[in-house]
């Protein structure tokens, strides 16, 4: 039994053990792919400054998100296709966050529907929505989640038009994966994988077939996006979204200060910094190091998440101690279902937690809410002088 001992541990053991069209798609960012190495290489620049001599007795890292207690300021990001990553795989992220005591986000595209992911799990959960043309399936949608008791609504405000991602296209990207030779061949030597998803019959794009009409192909992400998410998503859009939702709203994907002041004014719950894991805007700025700029902008008038290479419980102290009110992670729990199911993405997220707790001691710090800029060496010029 391999001894896990950092993310990058599981990631080995999940491109071992994951059909190659599901790996590359998580593992991607879009075009030359600069924005989504720069996410994780932009946390190297910042350096954590010890303390010594500082009782480090009694330390906690449970915290609140969106008014919610979290056993550490970490949520699940939403992604798409997790069923793919291993059989039931949004049931089992949910799970093991419901367990560990931190936030899990559903996303539209999942493979398990939202009703599936209620009927395994006891704590409310929160909703990513993409916005579709069909207005009928939408409300649905909405409808859906709120009967599900779904406890926020995750608004994804970057993904109207999909970024290009090489790998999908010459990968054929489907759900199920079509059998081609090159898909065939691949499966053979994931026998773990193809085993668990023939006992399951959760094997395409659960929120959506069923529920929507006039769907030509849908299990081509692509072709799918195209056709049915909104261009014309825009304020008023969102305003009527949050009519009929009632409920706590995040809008994801702010990487701009004019944009996160607008959701300020909006009045949305909170925000999250994000680029989308690199997979948009290829060109953009990491999200870390957007970060301190929006929250100068926003200042406490909404909570403000980031999410994008994080892969560290170091990783969550840098962005906790800038201001950030929590993290998403979105391919680290990944890593952890590819490689060990529900126990994996309980591993990753003990791996975070232990190096987040070891890191806030080394620092001198025994409360999680007592992180802040002084913890942190900051480069003088980390957010850029640009023109
Ligand atoms: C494979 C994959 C699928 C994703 N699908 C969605 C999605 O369906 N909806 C969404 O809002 N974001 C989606 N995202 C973006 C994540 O929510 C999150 O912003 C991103 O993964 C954060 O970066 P990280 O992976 O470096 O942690 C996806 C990301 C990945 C890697």
């Not at 009928?136 to 608004?155: Q, T």
């Not at 991602?165 to 090159?182: E, Q, V, Y």
């Not at 994988?193 to 081509?220: C, P, Y």
Request: net charge neutral; glycine share 10%.
């Amino acid at each position: 039994m391999t001894v896990i001992t950092s993310i990058d541990d599981l990631k080995r053991l999940y491109k071992r053990r994951t059909p190659k069209m599901f790996y590359d798609y998580a593992e991607s960012g879009s075009w030359t792919e600069q924005t989504f190495r720069e996410n994780s290489s932009d946390f190297a620049d910042i350096r954590l400054r010890q303390k010594v001599a500082v009782n480090m007795e009694g330390r906690t890292t449970a915290s609140e998100m969106l008014g919610q207690p979290v056993a550490m300021p970490v949520a699940l990001a939403p992604v798409g296709l997790t069923g793919m990553q291993r059989a039931d795989g949004e049931i089992k992220a949910a799970r093991a966050a419901e367990t560990f005591g931190v936030p899990f986000t559903l996303s539209t595209m999942s493979i398990c529907s939202i009703e599936d992911v209620a009927a395994h799990t006891v704590k409310p959960f929160w909703f990513q929505l993409y916005v579709m043309r069909d207005t009928e399936f939408l409300e649905g949608l909405i409808e859906r989640a709120k009967r599900a008791n779904c406890s926020a609504l995750v608004i994804t405000l970057d993904l109207q038009i999909l970024g290009q991602r090489h790998r999908d296209l010459k990968n054929g990207l489907s759900a199920p994966p079509k059998m081609t030779p090159a898909n065939i061949l691949n499966l053979a030597t994931k026998v773990q994988w193809g085993m668990e998803m023939l006992q399951t019959k959760r094997r395409t794009f659960g929120n959506i077939v069923g529920h929507a009409k006039n769907v030509s192909d849908v299990s081509s992400l692509s072709s799918w996006t195209a056709e049915q998410f909104d261009p014309k998503l825009d304020w008023e859009k969102i305003q009527r979204i949050r009519d009929l939702w009632g409920g706590k709203i995040i809008l994801k994907g702010v990487l701009d200060e004019e944009d996160a002041k607008r959701a300020a004014d909006f009045g949305a719950d909170g925000i999250i910094v994000s680029n989308h894991g690199g997979r948009q805007l290829d060109g953009a700025l990491s999200s870390i190091r957007r970060l301190p700029p929006i929250l100068r902008a926003v200042g406490d008038r909404t909570e403000v998440y980031m999410d994008g290479g994080v892969r560290s419980g170091q990783d969550v102290l840098k962005a906790v101690a800038l201001g950030a009110k929590g993290v998403f992670i979105g391919r680290a729990f990944v890593y952890g279902l590819g490689a060990m199911g529900e126990q994996g993405v309980k591993t990753a997220l003990d791996v975070i937690h232990r190096e987040l707790d070891v890191s806030m001691a080394l620092c001198g710090e025994r409360d999680v809410k007592n992180l802040g800029r002084h913890n942190l060496y900051v480069p003088a010029n980390f957010e850029g002088e640009w023109a």
